[in-house]
């Protein structure tokens, strides 16, 4: 499967030691699986994950967003505690997930936690039918790796390289939208759409920490 490849692909591009590789429910299980197949570190399960909750990072405000993410996953304390976490997610949009998610699992007993992305940092928004954020709101337009990584709360942070993700999905490149990692549009953006989205001066940085 691509997505174990891109997990398997970050493993490599990012070790770390801990004692246990967990997913974001259901976003970041197959490349969790990877990297804890490459990284020869323990697969579990972290979270109980509510089925009723919709995907957070689409919703129309932050409070509901975060109301949201409280309510779709649950930390398991006897898997966690006392442990160092790799947590494994798909992206990280504004960072109010990943930032929930440290928090809960700190509560939850963790010694470290180290979050893992199985895409490069998300700096531009999507035209194409996922209905995510302006540029302003995207937390990586905005902020280095490291300053996401103090922003979220982690103790580590790291992305798969674009060339990493283009290599697992064994896709030829001008046949992969990459837009959304590198602002480069496969067709034209009208400026009606586009002049929103693509201002970064449109939300403080500060507001979507």
């Given at each position: 499967m691509t997505r174990v490849a891109i997990g398997e692909r970050l493993a490599h591009e990012h070790p770390v030691e801990a004692d246990l590789v967990i997913p974001v429910p259901e976003s970041g299980t197959p490349a969790a699986i990877g990297y804890a197949k490459a990284s020869g570190i323990p697969y579990g399960s972290g979270?109980?994950?509510?089925?009723?909750?919709?995907?957070?990072?689409i919703q129309p405000s932050q409070t509901i967003r975060q109301l949201g993410i409280r309510l779709k996953l649950n930390p398991l304390r006897d898997v966690i505690e006392g442990k160092r976490i790799v947590v494994v997610d798909d992206s990280i949009v504004r960072g109010n997930t990943q930032r929930?998610?440290?928090?809960?699992?700190?509560?939850?007993?963790?010694l470290e936690i180290h979050v893992r992305i199985s895409s490069p940092p998300v700096k531009w928004p999507c035209f194409y039918g996922i209905d995510f954020a302006s540029r302003?709101?995207?937390?990586?337009?905005?902020?280095?790796?490291?300053?996401?990584?103090?922003?979220?709360?982690?103790?580590?942070?790291?992305?798969?390289?674009l060339e990493g993700l283009i290599e697992a999905t064994q896709i030829a490149e001008n046949k992969l939208c990459q837009a959304c990692f590198t602002g480069v549009y496969p067709i034209s953006i009208p400026a009606d759409m586009s002049e929103g989205k693509m201002r970064l001066e449109i939300t403080p940085v500060d507001e979507v920490r």
């Open positions: 979270f109980v994950k509510n089925s009723y909750v919709g995907r957070t990072f929930a998610i440290v928090r809960m699992l700190r509560e939850a007993g963790a302003a709101e995207l937390i990586a337009s905005g902020l280095a790796v490291e300053e996401v990584r103090r922003s979220i709360g982690a103790d580590s942070l790291g992305y798969v390289s």
